[in-house]
C-alpha cells in the first residue's frame, strides 16, 4: 500500500459512515485511507499516518464478537480519534467503563463544550450534534478529561492532550453535525499536524508521471463504455501515453438512444482518442434471444462482452497492459461485523474478469479515489458536464430494464421511452438532482383507448430514485406536472406503449434496476 506523507488512516468498524470520513478528510485536502479494525500497529507503523480515526460500528464493546485493535496502536506516539464506537473502544481498553444500555440515542443532541483543547477549538459553546448509539461511557479512563457532554451523554468528548487521543460520541462526519468538519479541521491541522498536500489537479501530475514510467512506449488498451470512470481513466491515459491507448468501446445492441453516436463525437472526434468501436449488436441479440431469466441475460452479456474484447484486443499488437475504471469504493475491503456477510443480490458484469483471461497487467489509475474526485479529475481534463455528471448506466444495460426476453423491437420502444423521460428531467431540472430517471418496459399489455380506438399495449414504468451511493434508494418525489408530461409524451410519442406507471418503491426491499 502507498500512501503519500501526512496522511490519515481510518480504522473501519463497519460503521456505514465510514466511507464519508474519509471523504470528509479528503474535502480538508488531506488524504485519507479505510483499513480493517485489525490491521497490526505494524502495519499501521510502516504507513506512517499523522493521525489514525477509529470509525463507529454496530457492534458492543462487551460483545463476544466485539471488533477490537491491537493495543499497541495506542503506544504509537500518532494522534488519535475515536467516533461512536471508536470512542468507546479506546474508553474500554485504557479501563474506563461502558454502559451497554439498551436505551438508544438517536438523532440532534446539544453539545456544551465545557474545557478548552485542540479538538473543540473555536466551536463556541454549544453546538448541535448528531447520536447514534445505544452503549455510553459511564467513567472515562486514568488520564482523560471529559471535555463536553449533551443532556444525556455526560462524556460526550473526552481527551487526552499529552498523548493526543480522543473521543467523541456523536458523529461529525455526517452533515446533520454542523461543527463537524471544523471539528475534524481541529484534528487533522491542529493536533495532527497536516498540511493541505492532496488535491486532484496535484493527482493528476503525479499520475501522468506514474503512469509514463510504468507503461513506457507499451500499448495499453481500455475498455471505454461510456461510463464516467472508464471516460475518465481514457482522458488520463491519453494525457500520459497518447496513442499509445487503445480505447475499446462495444456497442452491444442494448445502449441508450444515440449512445455509440454520442461516444464517436465526443472520444473520437473531440478527444481524438485511438478509438475502436465494435458493433456487436447482432452477436449479443442472437444468444439473448428466447433468455427471459435474469441473472442468465446477465451472465450472457458478461460472458459476450469478454469474447467480444478479447477478439478486438488481439488485433493490436504489443499490448501489455489492461486498464479499467476502478474505484476506491470498489477496493475497500468491507467490514463485516457479527457475521453478516452482504449477499450477492445481482451480478454485475463489467470488465470483471477480463484480467484473468487476458493475461495482461493492470492499469487502474482511479484506484485511490471517490466518485466525486473521479468526476473533479473529469472536470479538470476536460469532461464534457453531461458525461462527467451522468447517471449510473449498468453494464448489461436496457436488458435489465426489459422484462423478459430481450428483443429489437422492445429495444427501440424502450429507447424511444427512456430518451423522453431523459429529456424530460434534464429539462426540468431534475436529471442532476437525481441518482437515476430511466423507463423500464413491462411485458404486460392492457386495454386503453386512444382517439376513438381501443388499444391493448404495452405499459413503461418510471424508476426515478434518490440515492447517495446506489446501495439503498428511495423514489423521487416529482412534481405531477413533470410525471404528467413524462407519461403524455410517452403514451403519445411511442408506439406501442399506452400505459405509464411511477414506481414507488425503495430499496431495500426492491432495487433499483428491475432485473
Ligand atoms: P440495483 O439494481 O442492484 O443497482 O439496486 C444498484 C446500482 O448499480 C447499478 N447496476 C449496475 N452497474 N453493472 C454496473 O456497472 C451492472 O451489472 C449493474 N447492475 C446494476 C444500477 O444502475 C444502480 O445504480
Known sequence: MDVPEKSIVILDFGSQYT????????????YSIIVRFNTSAEILKSLNPSGIIFSGGPA?????????????????????????????????????NVDSSSNREFGHAELSINETSPLLHKLGEKQNVWMSHSDKVLSIPPEFESIAETENTKHAAIANNDKKIY???????VAHTPCGMDLLHNFVFSVC?????????????TTVV??????????????????VDSSVTALLLQKAIGENLICVFVNNGLLRSGEPEYIKD?????????????????????????V????????????????????????????RYLAQGTTYPDVIESVSINDNPSAVIKSHHNVG??????????????????????????????????LNLRQPFPGPGLAVRIIGEVEKEGLDVLRKADKVVHDEMIKAEFYYKVWQSFAVLLPVRSVGVMGDERTYENAIALRIVESSDGMTADWARLPYELLSKISNRIINEVHGINRVCYDISSKPPGTIEWE
Open 292 to 319: 427471459t431469466e435474469p441473472e442468465s441475460k446477465r451472465k450472457i452479456i458478461g460472458h459476450k462482452f469478454i469474447e467480444v474484447f478479447d477478439e478486438v484486443a488481439g488485433q493490436y499488437n504489443n499490448v
Open 60 to 96: 458492543s464493546v462487551y460483545g463476544e464478537t466485539a471488533p477490537t485493535i491491537d493495543h499497541e496502536i495506542l503506544n504509537l506516539n500518532i494522534p488519535i480519534l475515536g467516533i461512536c464506537y471508536g470512542l468507546q473502544l479506546i474508553v474500554h481498553i485504557l479501563g474506563g
Open 167 to 173: 473521543g467523541i460520541q456523536f458523529h461529525p462526519e
Open 266 to 290: 465526443v472520444f473520437g472526434n473531440r478527444f481524438l482518442l485511438n478509438l475502436h468501436i465494435e458493433d456487436a449488436t447482432d452477436r449479443f441479440l442472437e444468444k439473448l434471444k428466447g
Open 193 to 205: 499536524k497536516c498540511i493541505e498536500n492532496w488535491s486532484m489537479s496535484s493527482f493528476i501530475e
Open 353 to 386: 474478469g477480463l484480467p484473468e483471461e487476458m493475461e495482461l497487467d493492470l492499469i487502474e489509475p482511479l484506484r485511490t479515489l471517490f466518485k466525486d474526485e473521479v468526476r473533479e479529475v473529469g472536470r479538470q481534463l476536460g469532461l464534457p458536464k453531461e
Open 19 to 30: 466511507q464519508l470520513i474519509a471523504r470528509c478528510i479528503r474535502e480538508l485536502n488531506v
Open 210 to 227: 506514474n503512469i509514463q514510467s510504468k507503461v513506457k512506449n507499451d500499448k495499453v488498451i481500455l475498455g471505454l463504455s461510456g461510463g
